[in-house]
């Protein structure tokens, strides 16, 4: 009787995978015993991970957009509580998942393309961040757990998105799918806040109102945060967003990428003024104003300006559409006497009187919870910071934010370099410009609120930016794939006139 080798009874087969899932019990529950239900959560995640990886190596691209669509929904998810688990640790964890996958497949990455001014800055950041871990302001020894998860959050998590970018988004068709399924999620955004101004709020949402009622009920006007962490958070998104399809859209050669970037634009914009958020309206001028001196031609940066003028006018200096809540509420903006920002200006005063004592700040991840009472800078920690460039520096004190602010120039000026004087290609010049005026965009939003590191902004912006720097290595391939494009939008235009030459004969 031959036996087949290969053959193994169900009972070993069942019984190999009950002993790994009673290991996996085990570890989780050394885990909840020692970390906390964080711990429980990561060794919960590991299947995931594993099917994951399956994934990744089958369909290498699939765990990618995976990571964007659920950086858009994480916060609609948690605010369901359709999300058992911190909201960092599945985002972290797909983009660790995607790096770990990149090296093990032995993925090609070009020195180049992950080695510039951008990765320099970070890791100036993160060198910065590391030492912060010695910082024992009060003196009640080093608190390296509250580290940790601060510097995850606040340095890490810029360099994970654009080491994702640079290993997964670095050819024109890579690209151009990466803007569809961006510009699909923007649309979503949008047309979600619409659905609650003319649908109303869902049982979740109304919850949300209730705790946020003090920020998104102002004078009788309802801010609109569609599937956003809040209001402030949206439109800044959206505004900057805007930005970057906005001029695509005006540089790009083909008919149906205009159109589709340009409704996403303005459909963009709009949302930008459902939010009812104030500062949007300087990022989205602000943005396109950078674009002004980006743009090297006259043609373009004269109505541009113009444009940009214009609207500052209307909304500065004229009461026009004053009916209107919603503009009469961006409109506020312009005003210094607004009570909102002057209660900003005399928290950042208080700060500041404080914060001389703490150069290096009060520490990363210290919280009010983790400070004894006796210590007098324990107040620094309960004043609402209102900007994320204040919570910034009160964990790293002005050492601290002097190092962000100037890592954050030299890539900003670094994206400026590439645009103006390395990518050759007018569309692809477009996107760049794009993704840096968004940048900008972005950080004038972090100066104003504290939305600079919320979903899903970094791996849009900070990523998008990580994609400016590795445009001047594909100009000359995305300058082939976007002349075969015109081929085809020739070709159809041409059939298309045949057709109704044809129907009149």
């Known amino acids: ?112 393309y ?16 590391t030492l912060e871990i010695f910082n024992d302001q009060f003196g009640i020894g080093i608190n390296v757990g509250s580290w940790f998860t601060g510097i995850r959050l606040m340095a890490f998590q810029l360099v994970y998105p654009c080491i994702v970018m640079t290993i997964y988004i670095n050819t024109p068709k890579r690209l151009e799918k990466f803007m569809l ?28 109102l209730i705790r946020a009622a003090r920020t998104h009920f102002v004078n009788g006007v ?63 001028l602000a943005g396109l104003g950078v ?55 005399y928290n950042k005063a208080t700060l500041k009187k404080y914060m001389v004592d703490a150069p290096w700040g009060i520490g990363i991840g210290l919280e009010a919870q983790d400070i004894p009472s006796y210590c007098t800078l324990r107040i620094v920690s309960q004043i609402p910071p209102d900007s994320e460039y204040v919570y910034i520096w009160v964990r790293t004190g002005k050492v601290g934010i002097t190092v962000f602010v100037i890592t954050t120039l030299m890539m900003f000026l670094g994206a400026c ?20 005026c968004a940048f900008v965009s972005l950080h004038l939003g972090g100066y104003a609120n504290q939305i600079l590191m919320q979903f899903p902004n970094v791996i849009i912006f900070y990523g998008g930016l990580a994609l400016v720097y590795i445009m001047p290595y594909i100009d000359n391939e995305y300058t082939e794939w976007e002349q075969k494009e015109l081929e085809k939008q020739a070709e159809r235009k041409r059939l298309k006139l045949e057709k109704k030459r044809a129907s009149r004969v």
């Open 1 to 112: 009787m031959i036996h087949d080798r290969s053959y193994k009874p169900f009972s070993q087969v069942s019984g190999g995978r009950a002993a790994v899932l009673f290991l996996l019990f085990l570890i989780g529950i050394y885990s909840l015993y020692s970390s906390g239900i964080a711990g429980l959560a990561v060794v919960a995640m590991l299947p995931v991970m594993i099917l994951g990886c399956y994934l990744v190596f089958k369909h290498e691209m699939l765990l990618f957009y995976v990571l964007m669509v659920m950086n858009y929904f994480l916060h609609y998810l948690a605010r369901c509580n359709y999300l058992p688990i911190p909201m960092s640790l599945p985002n972290e964890m797909l983009q660790l998942m995607l790096i770990f996958t990149a090296l093990v497949t032995f993925k090609e990455i070009k020195s180049q």
């Open 114 to 129: 992950m080695f510039n001014v951008m990765s320099l800055a970070l890791g100036i950041w993160c060198a910065f961040c």
């Open 181 to 208: 399924v961006l510009a699909l999620l923007s649309i979503y955004g949008a047309l979600w806040a619409v659905k609650q101004k003319e649908l109303g709020f869902n049982d979740a949402e109304k919850v949300f």
């Open 222 to 284: 309802i801010r609109y945060f569609s599937i956003f962490s809040d209001a402030a958070n949206y439109g800044i998104h959206m505004a900057s967003i805007a930005i970057v399809f906005i001029l695509a859209a005006i540089t790009s050669p083909l008919r149906r990428k205009r159109i589709l970037y340009g409704i996403v634009g303005i459909l963009c914009v709009w949302g930008m003024f459902l939010s009812g958020t104030r500062t949007a309206i300087f990022c989205l």
């Open 291 to 345: 674009y002004i001196f980006l743009s090297k031609s006259v043609k373009i940066a004269v109505p541009f300006t113009i444009v940009f003028v214009l609207f500052f006018v209307f909304m500065a200096f004229t009461k026009i559409g004053n009916g209107n809540p919603t503009i009469r509420r961006m409109r506020s903006a312009f005003n210094k006497d607004d009570a909102s920002l002057g209660v900003r200006e």
């Open 417 to 436: 370099w590439n645009v103006l004087f390395r990518i050759n290609n007018k569309s692809l010049r477009g996107l760049g410009a794009g993704f840096t």
